[in-house]
């Protein structure tokens, strides 16, 4: 059964860096797409950045280019979330994500429970 568990979210002052987790179990992580989204209060889900299986396209969106890097370690069947220079903004519920089919404009099968990150003074 595949599973998927984010860590590292919490208080962190703004522009401070946080590192998000999230280990997988039971699949062959390698073979599928992966990618992080994040929910705050009162908004729709949105996504955050994204690595297709397909081509290796990596995705971010606008909002957090250049603050944020993802990344995946095949071996320890863990993907990353380097946060940087974080905003107020940034304030959400975060979630990764893994699908066998999709590229990163499709939906995901597989989520986590998700991790709080809160960007306050």
């Known amino acids: 059964q595949l599973h998927l568990v984010e860590s590292g979210g919490g208080l962190v002052q703004p522009g401070g860096s946080l590192r998000l987790s999230c280990a997988a179990s039971g699949f062959t992580f390698n073979h599928y797409s992966i990618g992080w989204f994040r929910q705050a209060p009162g908004k729709e889900r949105e996504g955050v950045s994204c690595i297709s299986k397909h081509d290796g396209f990596t995705y971010y969106a606008d909002s957090v280019k250049g603050r944020f890097t993802i990344s995946r370690d095949n071996a320890k069947i863990t993907m990353y979330l380097q946060m940087n220079s974080l905003k107020p903004e940034d304030t959400a519920v975060y979630y990764c994500?893994?699908?066998?089919?999709?590229?990163?404009?499709?939906?995901?099968?597989?989520w986590g429970q998700g991790t709080q990150v809160t960007v306050s003074s």
């Open positions: 994500a893994a699908d066998y089919f999709a590229d990163c404009s499709g939906e995901f099968a597989y």
